[in-house]
């Protein structure tokens, strides 16, 4: 299975294709409405929450219905999701359906997951397999063929080492304890890791500008935004300009893009737009959604960037949606540090 993971310290976030019927191939869909697409997201949590159950066909029915939502617009992980969902359920056909879609549409080109990913076991023999990997290998050599490779291989040395260090955190924590020497000294080797990127990231940023997925791939991409959200608030402030531009231009995911915005705006003395930025309580240890501007519309942004629902993403943190309780805390907070 492939699917986005999104903690407070390093977040995947999905690509977004286009994807329709074979038979409508021909036609253009219309955009969907901002309320299509919080309906969609809806459905995809669903979706995702009933596979994490294991109901593998229950899963793959709710994603085809958040595909009817949208017009049949949806994106490439959420399909392939989907395939993963209907192979469990032993649903070859549907699941077929799925990955001969995004791979005939040039989407998909993860070669190396699918060829290892065991969700899609049941698939291996059937002779529709081996059509599926080899649309998915001229995919990957089509999209590789103009990257910089040098600085592909830079870049991915750079994302292993961000996220590498903080995918420990939970563990060296739950070993040690909050606040013991070890933990510190993680944190410690953290920061010293991010002063070195940032360095190679500005130097990139500086001499190029925001490089897009066409030249650096999609993590590459990823690497720059990751390096950035790390990188102290001045840097911060410098580079958001940039990467909004490239948003513009489709060099930038809107969804990582609303992350950063999230991160300026709490360190900048303001309040959070997208709800991305979870704080935790030094005293309780109780992590808590930092301060939102219009609480009640968080889910309509989130939407019109490609994030899911508020009360999906907090639920890694075991928090529950509150508006009335996130209000009276922001309030609280606020008047705090006055």
Known sequence: MKHPITIVLFVLTILTFSCKEATKENSTPQEPTAEQKA????????AWSLYESENYLESAKKYSEAFK?????????????AACSWALADEKDS??????????KGSYTNYDHITTDTDLSSLHSDNRWSEVLELVK?????????LDKPLVAILDTIYTEDQGLRREITTVEAQYGRDSDEMKAHWK??????SINLIKIQKILDERGWLGADVIGGKGNMTLFLVIQHSPIEVQEKYLPMMRE????????????????????????????????????????EFYVSPIKNPEGVNKRRADVGLGTIEDYISNWGITWDV???????????????
Not at 95 to 104: D, E, P, V
Not at 255 to 272: H, I
Not at 324 to 338: F, G, M, P, S
């Open 246 to 285: 490239a948003a513009k231009n489709n060099n930038a995911r809107p969804s990582s893009l609303a992350l950063l915005e999230d991160r300026v705006a709490l360190r900048t003395g303001k309040r959070q737009i997208y709800g991305s930025q979870i704080s935790r309580d030094s005293a309780t240890g």
């Open 95 to 104: 699941s077929f359906i799925q990955l001969f879609r995004i791979a005939k």
């Open 39 to 46: 309906k969609y997201i809806a459905l995809q949590a669903e």
């Open 189 to 194: 080797s953290i920061a010293e890791t991010d």
């Open 138 to 146: 001229k995919n990957k050599i089509a999209a590789e063929a103009n």
């Open 69 to 81: 939502t949208t017009n049949d617009l949806s994106n490439t992980t959420d399909r392939y999701n």
């Open 324 to 338: 009335d309780k996130h209000k009276a805390r922001t309030i609280q907070l606020e008047t705090v540090n006055e």
